[in-house]
């Protein structure tokens, strides 16, 4: 549909043009910029209300305003679709080509940044992101998934009306979602520079021939140039994985960045402050390393006094976060072969009998991932409003402990034994990952020797921090689940349509969809929930044993179910280059 033939009412353009004009006089009389500075934020504002406006404006018969994006999705750069079934060996190749690109990006750093200044937003949720600190995937997954919990949550509540199986439909869906996704990039990049990813004094300088806070300015545009131009490739190879590779572009990503992170906790042979040298205070980083060369350096009373905690509970990656990797490793392993499978025979074919699996996992990782990004950028935006030198002065929420306080300094952080995007205070504190053992659990067996880990807090509220933070990855994740349910058309009228497409029945049931949705309805919403709240428990669970590299719980969590999926859907893919009947049954047509 051209531009010219959606409809479009026009009677509310003299207010966002108004309404534009007033935000850009407040904006010059409250903070005096420069032209280029001014010319910046009007093209942002422009683009902003221009969407806006598509969205009002839209006079159509379709249910949704999401429509009126329609001219904008069609153009949007796209990774075409297969026109028929991709061979496996081309799907393996397309994987594999991603990946390495994905490590590529991961050690392509920013130009211009000073690295002595800079704070990672992101910190605590790191590996789940799959993004790297300073380098051009420094946002990772980030903006892919905010985007998707936005859509999912407007879809769920009803906002969007839209049907996600008719193609149409969802066509708009997937487009308004990339929409969203772009706008988010730079929503999570223009915060990360402003005060986190200061440009260096040297990049500044060498912009000459302009004014100090032109230059300044144009620093800072560069370097968000940097970061979204990373972001927007991370969306299309997922785009490339999604539709020419095996499995799902963010869960390969994820599972990549976590392994690494793993092994490199595990085996890393360098001291834990790199600045200095290895001592007994000083161990190698890597459990292994680490657990040998404090056995070989100290003597008797020295483990006694103190060592052997040292090497199975203290940081960095003792052996109890090590174990409990290996126990989540094998639990979820052990959960992801539970299902319930439903007998299905052929309604022609006598003889031709299959199962229809319901996971456990039903749902499989996505609730938890959108979860965890959720609260990841709930730790950003309270970080920019405490400590944000325009955002801190905002009224009413601005630097406000109850909302979140975070560590004034680097030395301050270190001093505490936290990082400097760790919340101390207020609300943010108790929705922040809880670290591991020493975090809340050594506490309590001796607070005069281990309440320094608590951060100022007491046992109790340190008690309720685990409390709200199990809480919310249980209750999050089973609203994500259903969510997540009704837009991937995993629903029991979907897994109805499909199964009798398939020319496949339930024995002793008529072959009709309504009859077939009847009964998967007796399963599929109750797996949906049990799914969502055993992957939540089973994050949060592993964030209150810790594991090795910093990975955090929910990321090993993660990883275990993609490595998992990853094998299964290989599997199924070589079965279909085996027997092409199977690829109308599993979606490979």
Do not use: C
């Not at 799902?248 to 990549?256: E, P, Q, R």
């Amino acid at each position: 549909m051209a531009e010219e033939e959606i409809p479009r009412n026009y009677s509310s353009l003299p207010f966002f043009i108004v309404f534009g004009a007033l935000i850009l006089g407040l904006y010059y009389y409250w903070d005096s910029p420069t032209l280029l500075a001014l010319g910046l934020v009007g093209l942002i504002l422009f683009i902003i209300l221009a969407l806006a406006f598509l969205l009002i404006s839209y006079d159509g018969e379709k249910r949704s305003m999401l429509y009126g994006w329609k001219s904008i999705t069609t153009r949007l750069p796209a990774v075409s679709k297969p026109d028929g079934h991709v061979h496996f060996r081309t799907k393996l190749f397309w994987t594999t080509t991603v990946l390495l690109l994905y490590f590529m990006l991961t050690n392509i750093f920013i130009y211009g940044i000073s690295t002595a200044n800079s704070i990672d937003l992101f910190a605590s949720y790191r590996a789940i992101l799959a993004g790297a600190q300073g380098t051009i995937m420094q946002l990772g997954i980030g903006p892919i998934v905010t985007g998707s919990i936005i859509m999912q949550l407007f879809t769920g509540a009803k906002i969007i009306n839209l049907d996600l199986t008719d193609d149409e439909d969802k066509g708009i869906y997937q487009g308004s979602q990339k929409i969203i996704v772009l706008l988010m990039i730079f929503v999570e990049a223009i915060p990360q520079v402003y005060g986190y990813l200061n440009p260096s004094s040297t990049f500044v300088a060498a912009l000459g021939g302009i004014s100090p806070a032109n230059a300044q300015l144009l620093a800072d545009v560069i370097i968000i140039s940097q970061i979204a131009f990373g972001s927007y490739l991370v969306f299309l190879m997922d785009e490339v994985v999604s539709k020419w590779g095996i499995g799902s572009g963010i869960s390969l990503f994820i599972a990549a960045g976590v392994s690494q992170a793993i092994v490199t906790g595990t085996i890393n042979w360098l001291p834990a402050t790199p600045s200095q040298p290895l001592s007994t205070s000083n161990p190698p980083a890597g459990t292994i390393f680490k657990t040998y060369y404090l056995l070989t350096h100290l003597n008797a009373g020295q483990l006694a006094g103190g060592g052997l905690e040292q090497i199975l509970l203290h940081y960095p990656n003792p052996i109890s976060a090590l174990l409990g990797t290996a126990a989540i490793f094998f639990f979820v392993a052990w959960t992801e072969s539970t299902r319930i499978e439903l007998p299905l025979s052929h309604a022609e074919a006598r003889g031709a009998r299959g199962r229809y699996p319901l996971r456990l996992m039903y749902a499989s990782n996505i609730p938890v991932i959108l979860m965890s990004a959720l609260l990841a950028n709930v730790t950003m935006f309270t970080l920019l409003l405490w400590s944000n030198p325009t955002l801190m002065h905002f009224p009413g929420i601005g630097h406000q402990w109850w909302i979140g306080s975070y560590p004034a300094s680097q030395a301050a952080a270190q001093s505490l034994g936290v990082s400097t995007s760790t919340p101390l205070t207020g609300g943010a504190y108790y929705v922040s990952v809880v670290n591991g053992l020493e975090s809340w659990l050594l506490p309590i067996f001796n607070p005069q020797l281990y309440g320094n880990f608590l951060t100022g807090h007491s046992v109790g509220q340190g008690l309720i921090h685990v409390a709200v933070y199990f809480g919310l990855m249980v209750g999050g994740s089973i609203l994500f689940a259903k969510f997540w349910i009704q837009t991937t058309n995993m629903g029991p009228e979907a897994v109805a349509r499909q199964i009798e497409a398939s020319g496949m029945q339930i024995p002793g049931f008529r072959r009709d969809p309504r009859v077939l949705r009847r009964v998967l309805e007796r399963y599929i919403p109750v797996i949906t929930i049990i799914s969502g709240a055993t992957v939540g428990a089973l994050a949060a669970g592993a964030d209150l044993i810790g594991t090795v590299g910093q990975t955090s719980g929910t990321g090993v969590l993660l990883t275990v179910g993609i490595i998992i999926n990853l094998y299964e859907t290989m599997g199924r893919e070589q079965l279909m280059e085996m027997n092409p009947l199977l690829r109308r049954f599993l979606g490979g047509e």
